[in-house]
């Protein structure tokens, strides 16, 4: 009865490489997001999709292109890998157009660039 | 754009004690004020949130408390239990482009000795 899930759990492969992160919520809720979360713990909104529609995108290089083919699903396919890439990648969603509900949390994807 | 400070960023207290997590943030028009807790291995779990309208909400031995005239928020946490270790985040939502996304502070690592 998992509400937010995410696959892979872990992903480690080299520069330049392109990996897909999948996320699923079986909430109905209609808003989901892409959080990027860093060695020191800091929690970055990247993107936001309500019904299907790009609502947020945050200052995030075009090699970052999250995809949602219905109000269930948001993947992100990132091309190019470097480095600072390395981070844990978690989704969320929310009903309404986000911010003022409560967001819940996928357990992430931990993204790991040799 | 929105600025959200979190301080401590480590907490240390003995089983049964009270903890207090204190948050700022920068923007006057921010309106929605959640609470995060996250368990290692975990994503972020929503434990309790505000609004600008209410001054304080209280859930069994957590409670939050919002001064909008000094733009800041706290977490209350009282008779303090080893499994109430994690890393806790404030979160403040402001409108960004027509929609609300959510700013996070930079996290307190709270550890309850037994």
């Known amino acids: 009865d998992t509400a937010v899930s995410q696959t892979p759990k872990y992903l480690v492969t080299q520069m330049g490489n392109d990996k897909s992160i999948k996320c699923e919520q079986n909430?109905?809720?209609?808003?989901m997001y892409w959080y990027k979360q860093d060695s020191k713990k800091f929690l970055k909104i990247m993107f936001s999709?309500?019904?299907?529609?790009?609502?947020i995108n945050e200052t995030v290089p075009n090699r970052f292109s999250p995809k949602s083919p219905d109000k269930a699903h948001l993947n992100l396919h990132i091309n190019s890998l470097e480095l600072g890439d390395s981070a844990v990648y978690f989704c969320?969603?929310?009903?309404?157009?986000?911010?003022?509900?409560?967001?819940?949390f996928g357990d992430g994807t931990r993204l790991s660039i040799l | 754009g929105e600025n959200v400070e979190q301080h401590p960023s480590t907490l240390s207290v003995q089983e049964g004690d009270s903890a207090v997590i204190k948050c700022t943030y920068s923007?006057?028009?921010?309106?929605?004020f959640p609470w995060y807790k996250q368990e290692l291995g975990k994503g972020p779990q929503l434990i309790i949130d505000i609004r600008s309208n209410v001054g304080e909400k209280k859930d069994q031995r957590i409670a939050v408390t919002l001064n909008k005239t000094a733009k800041h928020f706290s977490l209350h946490i009282t008779e303090t239990q080893p499994e109430d270790s994690a890393v806790y985040f404030c979160?403040?939502?402001?409108?960004?482009?027509?929609?609300?996304?959510?700013?996070f502070g930079t996290g307190t690592r709270l550890l309850v000795s037994p």
């Open positions: 999709y309500n019904n299907k529609e790009l609502i």
């Open positions: 909430l109905g809720h209609d808003t």
């Open positions: 969320a969603s929310s009903q309404g157009t986000g911010g003022r509900e409560p967001q819940h």
């Open positions: 979160a403040a939502s402001r409108m960004n482009t027509g929609f609300q996304k959510l700013v």
């Open positions: 923007d006057s028009a921010s309106n929605y």
